[in-house]
């Protein structure tokens, strides 16, 4: 119903930015919560940040005050803008939707439609 598609991942130095895009299209009419994702090698699925459709922000502890998601008015957009990155944020990145969670609810399976990924790398 709902497909998703990332972008915008690649190799930093730590201290460098990266901004991660998510495309949504096919059934988008409903409004939906957006969320990120991240999983590195052996790691479980980690939450990172979410944000619902009035476009109040949630952040994981780890990520407070470097990340920023946000939305375009459409609903149609996910961001995720990433300053002063550090080696441990390097993972590969989803995003992901749902019609029916709100507020800080990261927990995957909670979550209906999820993106293929993209890579971030950050080196030391």
């Known amino acids: 119903q709902v497909q998703l598609v990332e972008s915008g991942g690649g190799s930093v130095q730590a201290g460098g930015s990266l901004r991660l895009s998510c495309a949504a299209s096919?059934?988008?009419?409903?409004?939906?919560?957006m969320a990120w994702f991240r999983q590195a090698p052996g790691k479980e699925r980690e939450g990172v940040a979410a944000i619902d459709s009035d476009d109040n922000p949630s952040y994981a502890d780890s990520v407070q005050g470097r990340f920023t998601i946000s939305q375009d008015n459409a609903k149609k957009s996910l961001y995720l803008q990433m300053n002063n990155l550090k080696p441990e944020d390097t993972a590969m990145y989803y995003c992901?939707?749902?019609?029916?969670?709100?507020?800080?609810?990261?927990?995957?399976?909670?979550?209906?439609?999820w993106g293929q990924g993209t890579q971030v790398t950050v080196s030391s």
């Open positions: 096919g059934n988008t009419s409903s409004t939906y919560q």
């Open positions: 992901a939707a749902d019609p029916l969670v709100m507020g800080w609810v990261m927990t995957a399976t909670e979550y209906k439609y």
